[in-house]
C-alpha cells in the first residue's frame, strides 16, 4: 500500500521562545511524510527550486520518501518566515515567497496516479481539484487547506468538499469557513457540503472527529515540552492517514486508533524545530507514546 | 456526608448571542451547589442583601441546599453583569458592584464546623481562609480564585495553596498565577506550591488534572448547545467535589469518574441561562449523558 500526498516543500526560518532557525527544512508535504512514512510509502508530489538544498534531497531519500514526482524548477523554493509567541498556539506570519508555487502544476507518474489514498495538503485548491482529477480509483482522499485559500478561493474550496472522503482544518479554518463559532455546528457544517467525515484540529487541545455515525473528542498529549509547532497539524494528518491508509474499514474503532497515531505523531514534532524530531521517529516511539497516552485520556 | 461551599450568591445578569436576562439567581455557590446536590447535602456559605428576592431563597431550599449560613444583610446583594460574543468562550465583564459582599465574614454553625468536605468558591482569598480556620477536621479542600485576587491578593492566595487538597482553575488563572504559558508547566507550578492535585478547566476545551500520581486530560461533552456559559466552571467543581466527597478514596479511578462528573454537569449548565437548565437535573441525567460521554471519547 501507498499514499500519495500533494502540498509544499518549503525552506521554513522560525522564531520561538526556545530559539530561531533559518531555512528548515518544512512544508506540509514534508511533516506530513515524517509521519505517514512510519505506516506507508509516500509519494511525494511538490515542487522545489533550484536553490533547494541537496542535503534536504539526500535526507528525503534516506527517509525513504519516493521523490518520483518532486520537481524542480527555475527559481526560489517556497518560503515561510514564522513566529510563536506565548502558549505557542498560534503563528505570526512574518513573510511567505511563493517562488516555484505560484506556477506549480503537479506532474505524476502513471503508476501514481492508481494510488488509492490521497492527501490533499495545503496548496492552492485547484491545484489540489487539478491533481485528483488525474488520480484513477481514489478511495481516501483527505484535504486540507488555509486561512488565505478559504478567503480567496472558497467556492473553488466548497466545490473540492464534495470530492473528498475526508476534510481536515484547524479550528480557526473550521470557523471561518463554516461561518459558525462553535466547533460542533461548524463541524456539521462542513460535512453537510461533502466530506464524509471531518476533522478539526485544535492544538494543544486536541482534535474532534465528526461523521454521520459518531462524534469524537481526543485531548491532546499533555507535555511541557514545547519547542516548534510548525508542521504539528501535517504530522498529525500523516500519523491519521498513514494508519487509515492501512486498515479494511472506516469504522469507529479504526478511526478513534488513527486519531490516537495522529495526536502521538503530532506531540513528537513540537518538541523539536521543524522535522528534527520526527525524521529519526520509529514506529516503537509511537507505541510506545500511545501506551503512556491511553493511561492520561483513558 | 455533606459539602460546606463558601462563594457568591449573586444576581447576575447577561448577554449571550441567544439573548439577555437580568438579575437571575447566580453565584459562584449556587451554580456549585446546582451540581453538588445531587450528591451530597450542600451547605451554601454566603451573604445576601435585603434586596435579594424571597423566590430565589425558596427556590435554593426547594433544591435542598442547606441554608443555615447563607446571611443577609443590609445593603445590596452582589450584582455581575457580563457579555459572551463569538465563541462563548470568554465573559467580558461589564460591572460588577459587590454590595455586601464587601464586608462579607462567614458564620457558620458548629455542627457545619465539623464537615470535612469543603469548596472554597471564588470569594477574596482572606475570607476563604477564615473559614478554613474555623473548620475541624477538612478532609478534602477545594480551592478555587479568579484573576482578581491573583493581581490583587497573590501572596494571600499563595499561602492558602498550601493548605488545600485541590486547587482548581481556569485556563487563564492557571497562566496567570503560575507566570507559565504552557498548561502543564502551570500544573506543575502550581503542585509545587500546595496543592496535592490542580484542575485546570478549558472550557469548551476540558479539564486537565495533575497530581505526583498521573496527569489526566479530559475533553468537554461535544455540544453545538451553548446558551450561556455562566457558573459552567462552578457547576463542574460541583459535580466533580460532590462525587469526591461520596468516595472513601482519591485514587486514580474515582478522580477520572469525578472529572467526568464534572464535565457532564458543566455541559447541562451551558445549555440554558443561569440555573435554569441545572435547577431540573436529576442524577439520571448525568448518567444518560455520562453514557453517551463515554462513546465520544473512549
Redesign the interface.
Known sequence: MSIIVLGTVALDSVKTPFGIRKDMLGGSAVHFGMSARLFTDVNLVAVIGKDFPQRHIDFLKEKKIILTSLIMKEGKTFRWKGEYR???NTAVTLNTQLGVLSTFRPAISESQRKIKHIFLANVDPDIQRYLLQRMHSPALVGLDSMNYWINNKRSSLMSLLKQVTIYVANDQEA?LLSCE?????AA?FLYRHGPKMVLIK?G???A?FFSKE???????F???K?TDPTGAGDTFAGGFMGYLSKVKKLNEENIKRALAYGTIAASFNIEDFGVDKTANLTMRDLENRLYKFR????
Do not use: Q, Y
Open positions: 506565548g502558549d505557542l470557523r463559532n462553535n466547533l460542533i455546528k456539521k485544535k494543544e487541545h486536541g474532534l459518531f462524534i469524537f473528542s481526543m485531548p491532546a499533555p507535555t511541557d514545547v493511561k492520561c485520556v483513558l
